[in-house]
């Protein structure tokens, strides 16, 4: 007759204590916690919760034109001659291009553009708005009754991190939200940090980095609800994608090494 001497014993009682601390901790480490991963949730009743942001005010007049972005400019008078030799293309000019009516005006590195006949415009520190003043004073000498579309072409953010798709995505409307953003940008994986989602904006005194919690709802009254053209939005890995764990992973997996684990203990013993 077989018998078990002291140890084994211990042995074989020790392994259901620690197969029920694996599963705890493989249940913990696991599941990425639900208020890492819910938008706009109410975080006032959260213990010395400070509102981050600051109110929302007058978004479409803050973006200022920077050196390389992309003009719509187009001169409508009740002359089509007229309207034609303002908007003509000048020959040798790079920057310039017709495209339905409407033309491309790049800004140069000193903030110009080459308006026809006009000449050099500057759009130092000016938003949309007054950029469009600009190009309506310049043409004062030599139009009396026109009408003057002034757009901003190269309305473009970037993507990077744990978004679905990085990358340059274009903004199909002059105002987009952030979280239209994000889904633009097909979303922020299963392991993206929502709640320190890093926000480069270019400003007339230079690049400023802003950390944005995607979870806090008071984020949609807030001046980061919309971006500007030329942001950056960075969203950085859970320690999870570090460790090499994919999305497809789930708590089976350890629970099936572990029975594997135990059923070898025991043929073993």
Do not use: W
């Not at 140890?7 to 009682?13: A, E, G, L, R």
């Not at 599963?23 to 949730?41: G, M, N, R, T």
């Not at 995607?214 to 919309?226: F, M």
Request: glycine letters at 4%.
């Amino acid at each position: 007759m077989h018998t078990y001497n002291c140890n084994q014993t211990k042995h074989m009682k020790f392994l259901p204590k620690l197969a029920g601390f694996l599963f705890v901790v493989s249940l913990f480490s696991s599941c990425i916690p639900q208020k890492e991963i819910v938008l706009l949730q109410d975080k006032s009743d959260d213990r010395n919760y400070q509102n981050p942001f600051q109110p929302l005010d007058n978004i479409t007049d803050k973006y200022f034109l920077q050196p390389n972005d992309y003009l719509f400019i187009n001169v409508s008078t009740p002359d089509p001659k007229i309207s034609e030799f303002f908007n003509q293309s000048q020959s040798g000019n790079a920057t310039t291009q017709r495209n339905q009516n409407f033309f491309f005006y790049q800004l140069d590195d000193s903030m110009n553009i080459d308006f026809p006949y006009v000449g050099k415009i500057n759009m130092s520190n000016c938003n949309v708005r007054m950029g469009k003043e600009r190009v309506q004073e310049a043409l004062k000498p030599f139009l009396k009754e026109y009408s003057l579309t002034f757009k901003l072409a190269s309305n473009t953010f970037t993507a990077l991190g744990e978004f679905r798709k990085q990358g340059v995505i274009i903004m199909q409307k002059e105002q987009v939200t952030i979280f239209e953003a994000v889904a633009m940008a097909g979303g922020v994986t299963p392991f993206g940090k929502q709640r320190k989602m890093k926000l480069v904006r270019q400003l007339p005194d230079g690049p400023v980095t802003y950390q944005i919690d995607l979870t806090d709802k008071n984020i949609v009254n807030s001046e980061y609800y919309y971006i500007y053209p030329n942001d950056m939005l960075y969203v950085r890995p859970m320690k999870a994608k570090q460790l090499g764990i994919g999305e497809s992973f789930s708590i089976g997996i350890i629970t099936t090494a572990l029975a594997l684990y135990l059923t070898l203990q025991t043929i073993i013993n």
